[in-house]
């Protein structure tokens, strides 16, 4: 059990990958705290998670929720081991359909929520402490009606890329997780009509003839957030079938 008793903070632990994250370290032994904007989905997870998960309704895209929450977890665990930047959203808007509330919709959750997130965190993790941002093979290779979504995932790679010596000598890694096309609700949701079509041309694209599971994710990131990867400091590791290697 490599996450026994370690405090997680999962944002965006209330359904999809971030659930699956949660599930995977809290199933090591992690005493989680999940984040979402919704009490009724949130206490659904928890209740998945065991006798040490508890759950913080925060919305990542304001600076007050996350001060709020980082406050919640020091007064409750005096410290974070594992940070999960996970919570974030994506849209279809083709060039010419892109508005200003989507626009600032995806920036402020995507880019500035983690921003902040891990600004807030930081001070409350020291020596051994890792941070995983969830990111996605979209800040390569976004693919049509994804521009807005691509570019606040590759954002994360130049904050990433900036951070990891802004923290040099503090013990704390820093990495970027960035899946493939996860086979979740919030995937079919953004396909609608053309899911069963674009999902399979998606799965042709890898090398291993389908899209991932969120399971899978959670596996990535137990990786990432242990000692198994104590060397492994400042990478964007795709977990995409190979999708992005070809
Ligand atoms: N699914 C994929 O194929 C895929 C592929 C590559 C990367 N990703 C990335 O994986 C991450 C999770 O995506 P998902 O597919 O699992 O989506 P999801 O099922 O919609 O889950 C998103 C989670 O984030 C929370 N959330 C959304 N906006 C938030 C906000 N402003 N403040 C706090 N929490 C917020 C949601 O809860 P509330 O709605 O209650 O707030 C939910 O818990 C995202 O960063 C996404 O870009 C997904």
């Known amino acids: ?17 971030g659930l699956a994250i949660a599930q995977e370290l809290a199933g090591q032994g992690a005493h989680l705290v ?24 925060a919305d990542v895209s304001s600076a007050g929720d996350l001060n ?3 406050n919640q977890i020091e007064s409750r665990h005096g ?18 359909s892109i508005t200003e509330a989507h626009f600032d919709r995806v920036f402020n959750t ?4 983690v921003a ?18 969830i990111g996605s093979t979209a800040s390569i290779n976004p693919g049509p009606g994804l521009g807005v979504y691509g570019a606040t995932k590759a954002a994360l790679r130049a904050l990433v890329r900036s951070w990891v010596l802004d923290i ?23 396909l609608a009509e053309h899911a069963e079509e674009v999902i399979r041309s998606l799965s042709e694209k890898s090398t291993l003839g389908r899209i991932g599971e969120a399971q899978e994710i959670g596996k990535a990131v137990a990786f990432l957030a242990s000692d198994a990867s104590s060397y492994i400091n400042g990478v964007e590791l795709f977990a995409d079938g190979g999708a992005s290697q070809v």
């Open 34 to 57: 999940i984040t979402g904007r919704r009490q009724e989905q949130l206490d659904e997870a928890v209740s998945t998670l065991g006798n040490h998960a508890t759950a913080v309704v």
């Open 110 to 113: 995507n880019v500035k929520g």
């Open 79 to 96: 410290r974070i081991d594992v940070l999960v930047a996970n919570a974030g959203m994506g849209e279809l808007a083709p060039l010419g």
């Open 68 to 70: 709020a929450l980082i």
């Open 168 to 190: 040099k000598g503090s013990g704390v890694r820093i990495n970027l997780l960035s899946p493939g096309p996860v086979n979740t609700e919030s995937l079919h949701n953004m």
């Open 116 to 133: 902040f997130t891990v600004q807030g965190a930081l001070p409350l993790m020291g020596n051994g402490g890792s941070i995983v941002i």
């Open 1 to 17: 059990m490599q996450f026994q008793d370690k405090v997680v903070l999962v944002t965006g632990g209330s359904s999809g990958l």
